[in-house]
């Protein structure tokens, strides 16, 4: 019968798709799908030459009560063989199914777009001629610090000043008991009128004696008198003479007294030596003081000096170069200051160096150095700790990048230099003094060569990569660069 032909061989042993629609093997992306899934392949024998139709397999899927029934001029079917060839017809078309797709999803990859090369900032190597800061901590302190201390015992009475004020030279800070000194004085006086009474006694006992001599002389030559009584009159007059030396030099001893007594009267009141800022007074009203006790410190800070340490390898630098550190550059008289202080502001007055220490110390290692600074209004005090600045040199055709785009891995400095292809180049450097947000290349780059700006954390070597040049920060600190 017509009806039953058989439609087609299941024979798929050598089921092949062109390559040409697909992009790709069906028969490879068959083999990776089954790879993928791990699906066994039935036994050829088991299909190769079994009369096994869509028909039949039509047959198979239909329910029990709707199967058509069997013609038996076909023969007998093999229920075996019938199953595994449906089976394998399902797997057949899931592979052809994934091959499809597969190829599919490589030829829309294989359409997209070669990717664009990531843009990335670089900036050009500069040479120029750049001066050379050196930094150092500094400790200010006042130009003059007079300590104030009694200069005789006493109670402590008062106190004339405010702390921390300006105060002028003699103006009075304390007051001393003064009684027992105005006592001391009045002695003294008491003894130069005494001495002075001991003079007047003296001289009249002299006028008497002269006298004698005078009368007793004419009368000894006419030896009217003995010669004794002469001589005796003679000793008598050169004794009141020597006792009104003696009464007069009393006079001079209590005269003194009587100064000493004064100049300690005057001790109970303690003025400033010097014109500055007093500080907080050490002594309360009241209190017993002394020559050794320290009542309070008054501080010149207008100038104001600070203290800084000049390592021996800057110090040696300084002095092979010709300069010294109480001289400055290029000629100029003395060696320019700048003072940064605590909260990063600039102070606005420049200073110089006015003297550096005649020895090393042998336990630092570092040479002493005073600068001098002007302080009106006297903002800076005694004991800030601030940075001195300065320039010490110049370097000339110096190379310069940022900071930032150099990279350090353990003690090596390396930057990522773009070639005339734009393709990274990882390279090694040596690096000299930072100046500002820069650094000073000594060895491994050449002017105007490009280096990236970020440094080689987000490039890689053999990078191509679109560059975008920008502009070099500043040089110099702003905070800094007019420093004359």
Same mark, same amino acid.
């Given at each position: 019968m017509r009806h039953r032909e058989v439609v087609s061989q299941a024979d798929f042993s050598g089921l092949k798709v062109s390559n040409q629609s697909l992009g790709a093997s069906?028969?490879?992306?068959?083999?990776? #799908?089954?790879? /993928?899934?791990? &699906?066994?392949?039935?036994?050829?024998?088991?299909?190769?030459?079994? /009369?096994? *139709?869509?028909?039949?397999?039509?047959?198979?899927?239909?329910p029990q009560g709707e199967r058509p029934k069997e013609n038996p001029e076909l023969g007998t079917r093999n229920p075996e063989r019938r199953s595994t060839a449906v089976k394998y017809l399902g797997f057949v078309a899931h592979v052809l199914l994934s091959a499809i797709v597969l190829a599919s999803l490589g030829c829309a990859k294989s359409a997209q777009p070669q990717a664009r090369p990531p843009d990335v900032a670089v900036v050009k190597v500069e040479q120029k001629d750049v001066p050379i800061w050196r930094e150092w901590i500094g400790t200010l302190d006042g130009l003059v610090n007079a300590q104030i201390k009694p200069q005789v015992t006493g109670y402590l009475l008062r106190q004339n000043y405010t702390d921390g004020a300006f105060v002028k030279k003699g103006q009075l800070l304390f007051e001393i008991d003064p009684r027992t000194f105005q006592a001391a004085v009045d002695q003294a006086k008491g003894q130069l009128a005494n001495a002075e009474g001991q003079v007047a006694q003296a001289q009249a006992n002299e006028v008497k004696t002269q006298q004698d001599v005078t009368r007793y002389t004419p009368l000894a030559k006419e030896q009217a008198i003995a010669q004794q009584d002469l001589d005796n009159a003679i000793q008598a007059n050169a004794a009141a003479k020597a006792q009104v030396e003696a009464a007069k030099a009393q006079v001079e001893a209590a005269k003194a007294q009587v100064a000493s007594a004064r100049l300690n009267l005057g001790f109970t009141k303690v003025v400033s030596l010097i014109d500055g800022i007093a500080a907080i007074a050490q002594a309360q009203i009241g209190d017993l003081v002394s020559t050794s006790s320290l009542l309070t410190m008054v501080s010149t800070v207008d100038p104001i000096k600070v203290y800084f340490p000049v390592s021996e390898r800057e110090y040696l630098e300084w002095m092979k170069g010709g300069s010294d550190p109480t001289k400055g550059i290029a000629g100029e008289p003395q060696l320019t200051l700048q003072l940064i202080l605590a909260d990063? #502001?600039?102070?606005?007055?420049?200073?110089? &160096?006015?003297?550096?220490?005649?020895?090393?110390d042998v336990k630092t290692g570092t040479l002493r150095v005073q600068g001098l600074f002007t302080n009106p209004g006297n903002i800076l005090r005694p004991g800030l700790y601030a940075r001195v600045r300065s320039i010490t040199s110049v370097k000339r055709g110096a190379l310069l990048i940022p900071q930032k785009a150099v990279s350090e891995l353990q003690g090596s400095y390396q930057v990522a230099v773009l070639g005339s292809d734009n393709k990274i180049q990882i390279r090694s450097v040596i690096v000299g003094e930072r100046v500002g947000t820069d650094w000073i290349i000594d060895q491994g780059l050449k002017p105007g060569e490009r280096v990236a700006a970020e440094g080689i954390q987000k490039v890689r070597a053999g990078m191509? &990569?679109?560059?975008?040049?920008? *502009?070099? *920060?500043?040089?110099?600190?702003?905070? *800094? /660069?007019?420093?004359?």
């Open positions: 069906i028969g490879e992306q068959a083999r990776i #799908s089954l790879s /993928k899934f791990k &699906v066994q392949e039935p036994a050829p024998d088991l299909i190769r030459g079994s /009369k096994f *139709t869509l028909r039949d397999a039509a047959h198979d899927a239909a990063g #502001s600039v102070y606005p007055h420049r200073g110089h &160096v006015s003297f550096a220490d005649r020895q090393v191509l &990569v679109n560059a975008k040049l920008i *502009t070099a *920060t500043a040089q110099i600190d702003p905070k *800094t /660069k007019n420093l004359p």
